[in-house]
């Protein structure tokens, strides 16, 4: 994992804004970064490489199936993590206390982890 990855655990883990996070959550077929059980939430943070050759049109691809099927996707760019971790974490914030209404298709299950 990257540094500002790294940086962001740091803030996610042990609950400490909330709700459990995971690194590395298999959401079949994608694995995303960090990942809100309890929320239906996916956090992604994109490095360099998410703006070389066909990089975009996957993260959108995944996106869009993550959102079809009852996600939310929050991605950062990794430089604005390194610049403001706390505007970054706000954002996190703002979107970990509403629950969601999710579809159900043999994806990992959502509730009963807080």
């Given amino acids: 994992m990257a540094l500002p990855g790294i940086i962001l655990w740091e803030q996610l ?11 590395q959550q298999s959401i079949r ?6 990942y809100c059980a309890a929320r239906g939430l996916a956090i992604e943070v994109d490095g360099k490489v998410h703006g070389r050759r066909d990089q975009p049109a996957q993260d959108l691809r995944c996106d869009e199936f993550l959102k079809e099927n009852g996600y939310r ?6 430089a604005d993590i ?3 971790l706390e505007a ?7 979107l970990v206390p509403a629950p969601l209404h999710h579809a159900s298709h043999g994806l990992p299950p959502r509730s009963g982890e807080d």
């Fill in 73 to 78: 996707v929050l991605r950062f760019a990794a």
């Fill in 29 to 34: 077929p994608h694995v995303v970064d960090f």
């Fill in 88 to 94: 970054a974490t706000a954002s996190i914030v703002s």
């Fill in 13 to 23: 883990r042990g609950r400490k804004l909330g709700p459990n996070f995971r690194r």
């Fill in 82 to 84: 390194l610049q403001d």
